[in-house]
């Protein structure tokens, strides 16, 4: 079934009104016609399952059927620190780990971070891009939520928000075997919110690993071969999505 996102405030019952570049996919792309039914997604966790009652030349109208949480969501916040990488990795980064999950990629300044965003009107550009990848991958990949990618933070700044949530893990190559993170990934089954540190190329310095480890959060690896910064992120997210989707539908047998 066609997937449409209209912002939450924007939805009202028992009739949704869908405006802008969607009505022009409807009728001429899609060609789709009075009575057949759609989803609309308010990007903030709920689904509409809809009838279309109209096609006007700047809105269609549908009737809502029914309503649901999405299921296309993990049970667990996955909020991805990545140190800020150079040239366009970051606009894979971002693509990757909307699909994988993320509900929210935080770009962080760290020592070994070579690019330096001073001009304002130039990272809120690059955010805006960021935002809109972040946008058309969640509609990619049917996700109930966008995901948010927040303003540059500082290690430091970074280091405090991620003190406020469940659990924080930091892939780092001198972190115990592989059988540490392993236990380690398991003992993150039913937290709530789960940060994930990942280092920009070159990888994080000693004392910021140490800052991380006296916050509480914890170093592990990812096997012997060193990672890219742009595939750490993306490895990391893929083994918790399999592991705590699994969790959930494990969860729900029971």
């Known amino acids: 079934m066609y997937r449409f996102y209209v912002e939450a405030e924007k939805i009202t019952k028992p009739v949704i009104s869908i405006t802008g570049a969607d009505v022009n996919h409807i009728k001429n792309v899609l060609r789709m016609r ?50 800020l990488p150079k040239k366009d990795k970051m606009e894979l980064i971002v693509q ?11 770009p962080v300044m760290m020592h070994r971070t070579v690019v330096k965003l001073e001009d304002p009107k130039k990272e809120a550009k690059k955010l805006e891009r960021w935002q809109a990848i972040a946008e058309a991958a969640a509609k990619q990949s049917m996700r109930g939520v966008i995901p948010r990618v927040l303003p540059v933070m ?19 190559e001198h972190a115990e075997g592989i059988e540490g993170s392993r236990r380690l990934v398991q003992s993150l089954k039913g937290k709530q919110e789960i940060g994930i540190f990942i280092g920009p190329e070159g990888g994080f310095e000693d004392a910021e690993v140490e800052k991380a ?6 170093p592990m690896t990812l096997g012997k071969r060193i990672l890219r910064t742009e595939t750490a992120g993306l490895a990391i997210l893929s083994i918790l999505m399999f592991e705590l989707e699994q969790g959930a539908e494990g969860k729900e047998q029971a």
């Open 213 to 218: 480890r006296e916050a509480g959060i914890w």
């Open 34 to 83: 009075i009575g057949e039914e759609l989803t609309v997604c308010d990007g903030a966790g709920m689904e509409y399952h809809c009838r279309i009652l109209e096609l006007a030349s700047d809105v269609v109208q549908a009737e809502v059927l029914e309503d649901r949480p999405s299921d296309t969501e993990l049970p667990v916040r996955l909020v991805l620190f990545q140190g």
């Open 154 to 172: 500082s290690y430091a700044q970074a280091i405090e928000r991620a003190k406020q949530m469940d659990a924080a893990v930091l892939p780092y």
């Open 96 to 106: 990757k780990a909307v699909e994988l999950g993320a509900a929210e990629i935080v």
